[in-house]
């Protein structure tokens, strides 16, 4: 059974960092395309970042763009998001996903959910 375990969320101050991970484990992902999904309380989940298998193709969301930056680490099925210059509105519940096959911006395109990691920007 495919499982994806997030980690890395916390309380942080608006300018701060975090980085988070995404462990793997059940399969390889060989193949397989892997993104990251952020949903605010009474908000839709929302597209963050997405990498394809190779790692060689990223998109970000206009609102992370800049900030954000997404890897992967296929001999660890192992991805991250490093989370720079966080701002309030940052503030969701982060979820990584995979889906084989492309890179895609919609949530319902990937089979495999983590079960989410806080993070909460706020003085």
């Known amino acids: 059974q495919v499982q994806l375990v997030e980690s890395g969320g916390g309380l942080v101050q608006p300018g701060g960092s975090l980085r988070l991970t995404c462990a793997g484990s059940?399969?390889?992902?060989?193949?397989?395309?892997m993104g990251w999904f952020r949903q605010a309380p009474g908000k839709d989940r929302e597209f963050v970042a997405v990498?394809?298998?190779?790692?060689?193709?990223?998109d970000y969301a206009g609102s992370v763009k800049g900030r954000f930056g997404i890897s992967r680490d296929n001999t660890k099925n192992t991805l991250y998001l490093q989370m720079n210059s966080l701002k309030p509105e940052d503030t969701a519940v982060y979820y990584c996903?995979?889906?084989?096959?492309?890179?895609?911006?919609?949530?319902?395109?990937?089979?495999?959910w983590g079960r989410g990691t806080q993070v909460t920007v706020s003085s």
């Open positions: 996903a995979a889906r084989l096959g492309s890179t895609k911006w919609d949530w319902y395109e990937y089979d495999y």
């Open positions: 990498v394809s298998w190779s790692g060689g193709n990223a």
């Open positions: 059940g399969r390889t992902f060989s193949g397989y395309a």
